[in-house]
């Protein structure tokens, strides 16, 4: 829901900015939309049953043994944003900037003093989930795990 306020937030300074409302609407499409990407995760990894009510529990991906997460990378906004700018495309960059704005969005609430886990410094990365097989407890522990058991591969908390 946060992304959701964000986007129609963030689309009117993008729409204002840029003059054009498709910039608007790729802004804010791209930041809710990124999301669908759990949906595959969600499918291949949970061990709860597909639902949507257990889909959208917050609590849902505690369970799963991977995270793949693809559109949760800034390589890919970036390369977004790149391609936007060589191309000369004001929606691709709006889009891109939607992309970044919704990952900056996820790693200040996933890294809060009161999110129910510890994700690594490097997890929306995706060479890095992808050097960790996509392993979950290569990725995020408990809130209340010991800090030393959390240091997997030079990771720091």
């Known amino acids: 829901m946060s992304h959701a306020v964000a986007a129609v937030a963030g689309a009117v300074p993008v729409g204002l900015c840029t003059g054009s409302a498709a910039c608007a609407l790729a802004f804010a499409a ?10 595959p995760d969600h499918f291949c990894w949970s061990t709860r049953r597909a639902t949507l009510a ?5 609590g849902n991906c505690r369970n799963w043994s991977r995270f793949v997460f693809f559109l949760h990378s800034h390589e890919f906004w970036f390369l977004a944003a ?17 992309w970044a704005a919704h990952l900056l969005m996820d790693e200040i609430g996933n890294r809060s003093p009161h999110a129910n886990t510890r994700i690594h410094p490097l997890f929306y990365f ?32």
């Open 30 to 39: 791209v930041m809710v939309f990124v999301d669908l990407d759990h949906l």
């Open 54 to 58: 257990n889909f959208f529990d917050r």
């Open 82 to 98: 790149l391609a936007g700018v060589l191309t000369g495309s004001g929606v691709l960059c709006a889009a891109a900037l939607g």
């Open 126 to 157: 995706f060479w890095f989930r992808m050097a960790n097989a996509f392993r979950a407890e290569r990725l995020c522990w408990p809130r209340d795990a010991d800090t030393a058991a959390c240091r997997v591969h030079g990771g720091m908390i």
